[in-house]
């Protein structure tokens, strides 16, 4: 089988590649010609691990290549992927502009029946208007059918989600549209994949409801964090006997600086705006955003206090992108932080071990360092942002003798504030009470 994806970002060159793992023909179509190029020679634009490989085999085995002409990938293909952007509005509401740019691109160029599949997060409602548009803008009158096909691809493990996913969601109003879906996956039936057949409107809303539950729970954390810093109780106890009832589970319970980067927010902000419009307020979805926008603000309080104050401090942050194994800096709270910080006089020195270049141009004013002690040089705090794994082992006594004051704080919970503290260090984390060295000094 051949098919097509439209948009080679992030979701779409994922789907490509792993489907050309499958065996299937792929063609990626971009109008953006700097990027087909790039990728016909094997550079991928993002960060993501193992993309870069499995581009490489596919190209190589003759299943995946690479076009800027949109009549040349609806031409062969019997599936279409629509895997462009749907960034939010001014009002947080979607803008499906460049979907239905291609959606009159394939239009045009149809010389046959096809499936044209949304991979995007589109709000419910888009496949009828997909729809609505192609009809309009078809030169003759093909048969086609529409699938929703939603896209569950955490960053940093995304080629292990779409090879070996939890379900696969099909929206569909055809049995033929759901038959070719079903063999396009096919390989999946070996690993026993659950494939949730439903109607088009039910599939665009598992989406959004599936990432505003995790949002959700992340929030809920995040405010236990907070009532347990005025308590003194301890979150990752807390999250610990949570997460052992499994009607509840223990992903996505881990307090922190809140949820960041390209689903999350976007997501959060589109389902919020999907119910004003429908006339129902969907007030648990608006609890969560805004939790998570004060979180933000009270991590700043909380390195404030930390440091008696930003104005002349100097502050090392470890970490930028919203998670570790990611370039992605959508919504980071590193930036909205280091940002603040900077706004109230502190000196940021920070360090990524992938996005560093990227968020020195979008914060101006941070110091990108070359490693976690140059951050540290001279620091009156250190501040760790993103849990990459080269954090998780740092030494103390090296950034006790370096820093200008022997501060951490651990805004992802990383470390055991006992081991930190016998180094003499004033440990600051999330959820769980701070912690100091002893009066009579320390020792490892």
Known sequence: MHI????????????????????????????????IEKL?????????????????KGVREGRLSFTTDIAKAVDKALVIFIAVGT???????????????????????????????????????TGQRLREVIKKSQANAFQFDIVSNPEFLREGSAIEDFLRPNRVVIGADSDHAVAIMKDLYRPLYLIETPIVVTDIPTAELIKYASNAFLATKISFINEMANLCERVGGNVQMVAKGMGLDNRI??????????????????????????????????????????????????????????VGGLGGKTLGMLGLSFKPNTNDLREAPALAISQQLLKEGATVRAYDPIALGEACKTVTGLKPC???????????????????????????????????APV????????????VVRFGFHYISVGRPNERPSAAGSSV
């Open 40 to 56: 016909e020679k094997g550079d991928v634009p993002f960060y993501e691990p193992g993309i870069t490989e499995l581009v490489a």
């Open 370 to 404: 070359k490693d976690v002690y140059d951050v540290a040089e001279g620091a009156d705090a250190l501040i760790i942002m993103t849990e990459w794994n080269q954090f998780r082992s740092l030494d103390f006594e090296r950034l006790k003798g370096i820093m200008k």
């Open 249 to 306: 589970g223990s992903k996505f319970l881990h307090a922190g600086a809140g949820f960041g980067g390209s689903c999350f927010p976007k997501d959060l902000a589109a389902l919020i705006q999907a119910g004003e419009r429908a006339g129902y307020p969907v007030q648990i979805a608006l609890a969560a955003s805004k939790v998570n926008e004060d979180q933000r603000h009270r991590m700043v309080d909380k390195i404030r206090d930390a």
């Open 408 to 419: 951490l704080i651990d805004l992802r919970n990383v470390y055991d504030p006992d081991r």
């Open 87 to 125: 960034p939010p509005r001014g009002d947080g509401s979607a803008d499906l502009s460049y979907v239905e740019e291609v959606g009159k691109g394939i239009a045009r160029h149809m010389t046959g029946y096809k499936v044209i599949v949304t991979k995007s997060t589109v709000p419910v409602g």
């Open 4 to 35: 097509s994806v439209i948009g080679t970002g992030y979701v779409g060159l994922v789907t490509g590649a792993c489907f050309a793992e499958f065996g299937v023909h792929v063609t990626c179509m971009d109008n953006d010609a700097r990027r």
